[in-house]
């Protein structure tokens, strides 16, 4: 639906006379005047740049075997450590991304990383000389993409440590982007539901487990003596923190589980049966109602945050924002790493042999992107946030 307002108003307000192009499954804008805009940022700081650029070629390697080894070690712990497995989605709004809010902040963030994502691109190209020739956006439905685009010519024609600085550069502005706003959201209670330890328990008062606000009645929470402001530590073994430690959690209903909790100060451990949950049978309830709030408490508070809403939004931002960057530096065809890798060996090998091994790196990181979606899938069906 979004999708056919946006032509529309394309073609009514006759977008395509000022640089827009129009087709029914893209809109597609290109500005020429990026290169002027380019040249005067890069005249006012051409020594942090050239600092920015250096950096970015040895991030770009860092970045690429970070990413490897993320879904290398997920995919291992899909079947040494399940409750430990990351399951992973594409975001496609109204596909994969389903709540109004997450497809809004979503639709907030991606302009904002682009813009970081192909400016950093932009900048560093005008500082090897290699000139711009356009610069815009597209949309393909549902998908958002940002580009500069260099004339062919004269970045085929540039130094190999050049063309790896351009490449770099974009996915390095959006980590260092994310590391500057987590910096900031080590503040904020909600952040510290993605940070890793150890860096959360020097940032966070940990809680203690999720309190228990009430019992249902004739649950197996009530007759194994759960209680009101009980507090649920562990459930099998697994430590309960958050809310979101009850997803690791499977519950098959006529089961037994050993939950224990914190009353008073002391440890209790009850074994409950589990109850069909009364909107699908075969998913498992204690019989609690939880409190689902974030309780981490941030130990250097100096940043008050009153609005949930302003917190997930930069949440979102800092994920996108990290995470495009570390994404775009897989060596896949459409992605920045794999324009990494093909300057790397390029001329260093003949064309057939570069061929070959660029298909052959794109076939094992695509083999390996897809597993771990498709062991998410496995894990817990078509989800969708």
């Known amino acids: 639906m979004a999708w056919g307002v946006i032509l529309g108003v394309t073609k009514a307000l006759k977008l395509d006379k000022h640089g827009f192009e129009i087709k029914p499954y893209s809109l597609t ?21 050239r600092v920015f650029a250096d950096v970015s070629v040895v991030a770009g390697f ?45 639709l907030l963030s991606i302009p904002i990383v682009l813009v970081i994502h192909e400016g950093a691109h932009g900048i560093v190209a005008t500082l090897e000389k290699i000139r711009i020739k356009t610069g815009g956006f597209a949309i393909f439905i549902a998908m958002f993409a940002g580009f500069v685009e260099p004339d062919d010519e004269e970045f085929n024609k540039a130094k190999k440590i050049s063309k790896l600085r351009v490449i770099g550069a974009g996915a390095t502005s959006n980590v260092i982007f994310a590391l500057a706003l987590g910096a900031i959201l080590l503040t904020n209670p909600f ?4 940070v890793p330890e150890p860096i959360r328990s020097a940032f966070y008062e940990i809680p203690q487990g999720v309190n228990v606000l009430s019992i249902m009645q004739g649950s197996g929470a009530e007759k194994a003596g759960l209680q009101t402001n009980d507090i649920i530590t562990s459930i099998n073994n697994i430590t309960i923190v958050t809310p979101f430690d009850f997803t690791k959690v499977k519950l098959a209903p006529g089961s037994t589980a050993s939950v224990i909790v914190l009353r008073d100060g002391q440890k209790i451990t009850h074994q409950v049966e589990i109850m069909p949950s009364p909107e699908d049978p075969t998913k498992g309830l204690i019989g609690i109602t939880r409190d689902n709030s974030v309780s ?11 609005s949930a ?3 997930m939004f930069l949440l979102w931002l800092w994920m996108i924002s990290f995470f495009i960057g570390i994404i775009n530096m897989l060596p896949l065809p459409i992605l920045d790493g794999g324009k990494f890798i093909h300057s790397i060996i390029d001329k260093k090998l003949s064309d057939v042999m570069v061929n070959r ?11 390996l992107f897809g597993l771990n979606i498709a062991l998410s899938y496995l ?7």
């Open 29 to 49: 804008y290109k500005n020429a005047q990026v290169q002027t805009v380019l040249t005067k940022v890069l005249s006012r700081t051409r020594r942090g740049i």
């Open 62 to 106: 860092i970045m690429m075997g970070f990413g490897f080894w993320f879904l290398i070690d997920n995919v291992t712990k899909f079947f040494d450590k399940p409750e430990e497995f990351s399951e992973l989605t594409v975001l496609i709004p109204g596909v994969t991304l389903t709540s109004s809010s997450a497809i809004l902040y979503f």
């Open 191 to 194: 952040f510290a539901i993605i």
């Open 296 to 306: 981490y408490k941030p130990v250097y508070n100096f940043i008050e945050w009153k």
């Open 309 to 311: 809403e302003l917190s």
């Open 357 to 367: 091994t660029m298909w052959a790196i794109y076939g094992f990181t695509f083999a």
């Open 379 to 385: 894990k817990s069906g078509w989800f969708t946030i």
